[in-house]
């Protein structure tokens, strides 16, 4: 492709740049934070939980300080709970292996918790300025409208293809301005339904836009199904205090706390099933006195 893409992008990106809080900083930790809350949460959401987090650890050095239950009570409600775990054993390892300062390469950063390819290239390339390549949900779908990649982008052969246009099309120099373009573009304009092609910077270089494929490009494989479980949890006081227990270190939300109980076996109905697992949780046996709520989570 030899239309300008790249630079008709970075033209529309420096006058219709999203304002963002983390934007305003060039603090590569501040950077890291916020990539790592953008991870499957939309902005809107991601903006109070940076401010809240910035306020209470402003440094690399005070989260690495903290406890890692006060590290999950600041991230409380953001949910993958994971990515707060790993920020903060990252954080532990740039005090102690790289002297309190986050490396400025993608292949380092990769060696961090909680950073991928993804999120290495764009800290690279937003924090420090490398010429690395970024691809997040949204600049896959629009590299995969503007050359009309039709191998599935969440297949391997997809994302081996997406990343080698990727390489190629990165304007050298500009590569943080130029991967968070291809971000706001794929939020606000190249969108997976409904694409507004009429507005887009670069649609006269997209051969999606050109041969009438925006509506059915990128092509995905089916997700598997999401399970379905019913739970049943007990809420047991006792003074004004309540019962709460601890989660695994391993597994689904790991390291959080809750009210004990679990999921429904074949044959339990709910009364039965609570009784089961605070006998086999606690080792006391209960009988359940009421139904507080009936909730879908």
Known sequence: MTCPFAQLLLNWYRQHARTLPWRSSRDPYAIWVSEIMLQQTQVDSVIPY???WM???????????AEEQAVLKVWEGLGYYSRARNL???AMLVMSDYNGVLPDQAPDLEKLPGIGPYTAGAIASIAFGRNAAALDGNIKR??????????????PAGIKQLDHLAQQAL???DAGDYNQALMDLGSSICTARNPACGSCPISSCCEAFRTGQQNTLPVKNARPRIPHYTVTAAVI??????LLARRPDTGMLAGLWEYPGGKLEKGEDLHTCLKREILEELGVEIEPNGRIGLYRH
């Not at 306020?55 to 300080?65: E, G, H, M, N, V």
């Not at 629009?142 to 297949?155: G, H, K, M, Q, T």
């Not at 006081?237 to 309540?242: C, E, G, N, R, S």
């Open 142 to 155: 629009v590299y995969a409208r503007l050359f009309a990649v039709e191998e599935p982008i969440n297949s």
């Open 237 to 242: 006081a006792k003074d004004q205090k309540v």
């Open 55 to 65: 306020q209470r650890f402003p440094t690399i050095k005070t989260l690495a300080d």
């Open 171 to 173: 304007p050298s120099g």
């Open 50 to 52: 940076y401010t809240r």
């Open 88 to 90: 903060h054993k990252a």
